[in-house]
C-alpha cells in the first residue's frame, strides 16, 4: 500500500514538474515572439549611394575586410545557415545578392541603412544576430560605399529555410539582449562623424570598432567560450612590437611561433588591410589603458 502510494506522489510530482517545465517553455516563446514581432519607427536620413568605381571598390574593401561580412554571410555574400538543429532551431544569414532568396533586388537604399544601421527588416521588425550595435557607428561615406558594392554584387541564387527559434537559441536571447541588436542600440542617439582615414589612433579606433564584437567594448577580451584575447596594454600583446604585429596578422604566427587558429581570429581577412590601416589600429592599442 505504501509502495502504491508513493508511485503515486512521484508520477504526480514528475506530471508537476512536467506541466511546470511545459509552461515556462511557453512564456520564453511567447516572450521571443512577441520581441520580434515589434515594430521600429525608425526616420531614416537621406544618403548619398554613389556607383562609381572608386565608390565601389571602398566597399568592397571594407565589406570584405573591415567589417567581417563573409564570416556570416558566406564568401560570395548569398547567406548560409548559422545553425540548423532541433534544440536551436534554424537560422541563417541573409543572402544579400539580387538571386533568388536574396535581399539585393528588392532593398531600397534606405532599407539597406535600415538593416546595416539600426537591425531591422523592411516592415520595422528587428533582425538577430546582425551587429547593427556595432555597425551604427559606420560613417555616412563608408556605408554609401558597403551599400554601393552590395548592390553591385552578381546575383546567386540561394534560397535559405526560414527562421525557426528553438528552445536553446530563445534562452540565449533572455540572457544576451545583444542578440536582437534593434533592442540596444540608441536609434536616434548621437553618432560622431568618422574620422578622415590617416595613420593615427583615431582612425584606428574607427577600423577597430568591429574588433570590439569578439574581444569586448573596451578590447578587453573575456573568459567566455569564444571570447577574443585582452588587447590593451594590461593583456596579451604588452612586448609585442608594431612589426611582430603586423607580421602576426598578415602570417598567422605570434612572435613566438605559434599559429593564430584562423576559426577563431580571421587573421586571413584582416591581414588584407592596408599597412596604414593596420598601423593606425596599432596606434589605437597603444592608448588603451
Known sequence: MRIRRSIKYLLLLAASLIALLALGVFFVNRSI?????????????????????????RGRHLVTTVFFCQECHGEDLAGKPHFNDPLSGTVSAKNLTAGAGGVGGIFSDTDWVRAIRHGVDQEGHPLIEMPSNFYYYIGDTDLGAIIAFLKSLPPVDNELPERD??????????????????????????RPPAPEPGVNAEYG?????????????????????GA????????????????????????????????????????????????????????YLQTLQ
Not at 39 to 57: F, H, L, N, Q, R
Open 33 to 57: 515572439e512577441q520581441r520580434l514581432a515589434r515594430t521600429y519607427e525608425i526616420p531614416i536620413e537621406p544618403m548619398e549611394v554613389p556607383s562609381d568605381p572608386g565608390a565601389v571598390a
Open 165 to 190: 527559434l528553438g528552445l536553446l537559441y530563445q534562452l540565449a536571447i533572455l540572457s544576451d539582449p545583444s542578440l536582437i541588436p534593434a533592442e540596444v542600440i540608441d536609434h536616434t542617439g548621437p
Open 205 to 225: 579606433k574607427y577600423l577597430a570598432t568591429a574588433c570590439t564584437i569578439c574581444h569586448g567594448p573596451d578590447l578587453s577580451g573575456g573568459s567566455a567560450a
Open 228 to 283: 577574443g584575447l585582452d588587447l590593451t596594454g594590461g593583456g596579451n600583446l604588452p612586448d609585442w612590437t608594431e612589426a611582430e604585429f603586423m607580421h602576426a596578422l598578415r602570417t598567422g604566427q605570434r612572435p613566438r611561433g605559434e599559429d593564430i587558429d584562423p576559426n577563431r581570429m580571421p587573421w586571413k581577412r584582416v591581414g588584407k588591410l592596408t599597412d596604414d590601416e593596420l598601423r593606425a589600429i596599432w596606434l
